[in-house]
T-cell receptor, first 116, second 112 residues
């Protein structure tokens, strides 16, 4: 089965450190999403790409978060500097966008980030 | 701004019961609605996708309905099994780019 691969699965770091999370989307998919999941907020959309172009990153704190797709096989989400409130599970999802917004997403297993 | 609400937040039922999970959304101008399942410590698995022009979708013991005008969807699970225990999330597709707005989920526990 094709799958979305995320690394690292778990990351513990100290406040102020840089964190980079990586995602390998499914080959052939044309959309990539980054979500953050916390108990309080649930799943929040951070950023998404279509054909590698960033479409919307309004969900991200711009001063510390950045998302890129350097090529079709890699999406990255970077936090610099990290803060304890960034502790969450970060999910990457990829899909193929059909007409009228139909987009069945496949989610990765997530990267659990703990910032001390 | 679209808001998605799922009630109840948690549900516990004995094995074999039929059950209904509810999802409501504030803006009826949606492209589609999806139901996902999330197991502890895992990612999300797509269960059913309903296009805005459709009223329901079925997959095995699962049936999802959509009433756009009232801003509601239900997920019906027939003959529940312990293996159905998971968190079920409803997500609304509100943009042409396929982005999804999620509810906070209903945590289902099916007791043997």
């Amino acid at each position: 089965d094709a799958r979305v691969t995320q690394t690292p699965r778990h990351k513990v770091t100290e406040m102020g450190q840089e964190v980079t999370m990586r995602c390998q989307p499914i080959l052939g998919h044309n959309t990539v999403f980054w979500y953050r999941q916390t108990m309080m907020q649930g799943l929040e959309l951070l950023a998404y790409f279509r054909n590698r172009a960033p479409l919307d990153d309004s969900g991200m704190p711009k001063d510390r978060f950045s998302a890129e797709m350097p090529d079709a096989t890699l999406a990255t989400l970077k936090i610099q500097p990290s803060e304890p409130r960034d502790s969450a599970v970060y999910f990457c999802a990829s899909g193929f966008l059909y007409g009228f917004g139909a987009n069945v997403l496949t989610f990765g297993a997530g990267s659990r980030l703990t910032v001390l | 701004k679209q808001e998605v609400t799922q009630i109840p937040a948690a549900l516990s039922v004995p094995e074999g019961e039929n059950l209904v999970l509810n999802c409501s959304f504030t803006d009826s101008a949606i492209y589609n609605l999806q139901w996902f399942r999330q197991d502890p410590g895992k990612g999300l698995t797509s269960l059913l996708l309903i296009q805005s022009s459709q009223r329901e979708q079925t997959s095995g013991r699962l049936n999802a309905s959509l009433d756009k005008s009232s801003g509601r969807s239900t997920l019906y699970i027939a003959a529940s099994q312990p293996g159905d225990s998971a968190t079920y999330l409803c997500a609304v597709g509100g943009g042409s780019q396929g982005n999804l707005i999620f509810g906070k989920g209903t945590k289902l526990s099916v007791k043997p």
